[in-house]
């Protein structure tokens, strides 16, 4: 059962260019989280896709940034115009959703792929 | 506004003892708190979960303890290996709606062999 595959690894852009980053998530997962980690930070929540609907992206900066996740195909976070400060790490994760808690315990753990490091020159 | 805390950013122990990470929250409507571990170059891995109705959970070396009313939780990592040395992240959620992960900064574990 592969994990959570993020491509590319590594991604260099100017600025000025744009910058995309797909998601495969988890067989059987059908939701998707993306995150951001900024050097010596933690990470930050950018936006919660199901497939074909944006269910909350209330981290998302208001532009330049926009995300999918099509019926067919990975998850992709866009990204326009790139400017030095969008370097920084990218994570997927998904989950299954699949109701929450069982006797305290909690269920849709969100398993992460190994990101990829967005560098802007 | 920094709703999850990890105020140790380093940590060093020696193999075989305890490794006590900390961290502290400031939302009272957090239901759930999780610990993942990274390692360079990787994403975060799962470890440990605790309900907020819960005060310990415990899986294998590694137990997690919850304070309510203090809003302080800490991971407790007995014995040390020093493959457990990578950086280590709580993350809290409220249950319900998207269930967007909180993280803290991270604290970096180190166990000497």
């Known amino acids: 059962n592969a994990g959570v595959m993020q491509n590319p690894r590594h991604l260099v852009r100017r600025r000025g260019q744009e910058a995309r980053l797909r998601c495969s998530p988890m067989k059987g997962h059908s939701h998707v989280y993306w995150y951001r980690q900024l050097p010596e930070e933690g990470l930050k929540f950018m936006v919660y896709l199901q497939k074909e609907n944006i269910i909350d992206e209330s981290g998302m900066p208001k532009e330049r940034f926009s995300a999918e996740f099509p019926k067919e195909g990975p998850s992709i976070l866009r990204i326009q115009q790139v400017v030095r400060g969008d370097s920084a790490a990218y994570f997927c994760?998904?989950?299954?959703?699949?109701?929450?808690?069982?006797?305290?315990?909690?269920?849709?753990?969100?398993?992460f792929g190994a990101g990829t490091r967005l560098s802007v020159l | 506004d920094q709703q999850v805390k990890q105020n140790s950013p380093s940590l060093s122990v020696q193999e075989g003892r305890i490794s006590i990470l900390n961290c502290d929250y400031t939302?009272?409507?957090?239901?759930?708190f999780l610990w993942y571990k990274k390692y360079p170059a990787e994403g975060p891995t799962f470890l440990i979960s605790?309900?907020?109705?819960?005060d310990k959970n415990e899986d294998g070396r590694f137990t997690v303890f919850l304070n309510k009313s203090a809003k302080h939780l800490s991971l407790h990592i007995v014995p040390s290996q020093p493959g457990d040395s990578a950086v280590y992240f709580c993350?809290?959620?409220?249950?319900?709606?998207?269930?967007?992960?909180?993280f803290g900064k991270g604290t970096k574990l180190t166990v000497n062999p």
């Open positions: 939302n009272s409507m957090f239901d759930y």
């Open positions: 993350a809290s959620l409220t249950q319900g709606g998207s269930e967007k992960l909180v």
């Open positions: 605790i309900s907020s109705i819960k």
């Open positions: 994760a998904s989950s299954p959703r699949t109701g929450g808690a069982l006797r305290g315990v909690y269920k849709n753990i969100q398993y």
